[in-house]
């Protein structure tokens, strides 16, 4: 979808709960606060929740209109919100603690080459978590996208996963009042020994 359309979107209504997704913020909750970039943040539901516990957050995402319900929040003076193309956004390399990636869907190429990417910008011991829509999804589970094209998973992200200490690789369920959904998880660390191929 384009700018135009989540701008649309987020301009009928709210599109996600305030709160941070449950799996999110069982990972994070017991990480210490350091610097932090929420991609495709949308509403910035998790760049508050971070914000909130400490974190120096940026929330990057191509819908002003989705980042200026943010703004509204209680505590929104806490995180910076820019409006970009994720695509198009960089941080500077070994800069961040932490890369969070919720819910962004893209053709694949263009993602494993944005996640690669934000590999180079953690510092050694630097987390990435990316959680998504697996392709499995669409035909067992319920709500998300029905391109498979754009979907996670397990293999899809081994590339990426390839250039990290992986914790977790995985498909996980997600219950919801529709029924059970199918994510892909990807959670782990960049290294000292990680090198990232140009390309």
């Given amino acids: ?100 990636v919720a819910y962004l869907h893209l053709p694949e190429p263009d993602t494993t080459a944005l996640f690669r990417r934000a590999v180079t910008w953690l510092r050694p011991g630097g987390r990435l978590l990316v959680l998504g829509h697996d392709v499995d999804n669409v035909t067992a589970g319920v709500g998300g996208p029905q391109d498979p094209t754009i979907l996670h998973s397990v293999t899809r992200l081994a590339p990426v996963a390839a250039l990290l200490d992986v914790d977790r690789l995985e498909q996980v369920r997600r219950e919801t009042p529709a029924g059970t959904a199918l994510d892909t998880l990807l959670w782990g660390r960049r290294s000292d020994r990680t090198v990232v191929p140009r390309r």
């Fill in 1 to 100: 979808m384009r700018a135009e359309d989540w701008n649309a979107r987020y301009a009928e209504q709210q599109q996600w709960s305030a709160g941070p997704n449950a799996l999110v913020a069982e990972l994070l909750e017991g990480l210490p606060p350091g610097r932090a970039v929420d991609l495709a943040a949308g509403e910035g539901r998790h760049a508050l929740w971070l914000a909130d516990r400490g974190w120096q957050v940026t929330a990057v995402d191509f819908s002003a209109t989705g980042l200026a319900r943010g703004q509204e929040r209680p505590g929104a003076e806490r995180v910076t919100w820019v409006t970009a193309d994720v695509l198009d956004w960089s941080a500077p390399a070994s800069s961040l603690d932490l890369v969070l």
